[in-house]
Nanobody, 127 residues
Framework: EVQLVESGGGLVQAGGSLRLSCTAS????????IGWFRQAPGKEREGVSC????????YYADSVKGRFTISSDNAKNTVYLQMNSLKPEDTAVYYC????????????????????WGQGTQVTVSS
């Protein structure tokens, strides 16, 4: 059974940092593109970052570029999202997602292109 489990969310003050983890099981981790998405109340789910293994690329939304970093530890089947200089507008439920198809700069932010999803972890940034 394919499973993605996020962890690391919490409450932090503006300017602070959090590191989210996405641990995968039930599939060959190295074969999958991994994306991070977030959804704030009343808003659509948006792409935050993507680790494209097949394309050897990382992608970021403009709103997080320079503040967030995606990385992986293949031995632990885990992808991380290091979030620095957090802002109140970063408050959302964060999800990781996985898909086998290559993700390009034009395609990675589309949530419909990912087959597997975690349950999400809440990030709240206070001002």
């Amino acid at each position: 059974e394919v499973q993605l489990v996020e962890s690391g969310g919490g409450l932090v003050q503006a300017g602070g940092s959090l590191r989210l983890s996405c641990t995968a099981s039930g599939f060959t981790f190295d074969d999958y593109e991994i994306g991070w998405f977030r959804q704030a109340p009343g808003k659509e789910r948006e792409g935050v970052s993507c680790l494209s293994r097949k394309g050897s690329n990382t992608y970021y939304a403009d709103s997080v570029k320079g503040r967030f970093t995606i990385s992986s530890d293949n031995a632990k089947n885990t992808v991380y999202l290091q979030m620095n200089s957090l802002k109140p507008e970063d408050t959302a439920v964060y999800y990781c997602a996985a898909d086998r198809a290559l993700k390009l700069s034009s395609s990675w932010p589309y949530s419909t292109l990912y087959d597997y999803w975690g349950q999400g972890t809440q990030v709240t940034v206070s001002s």
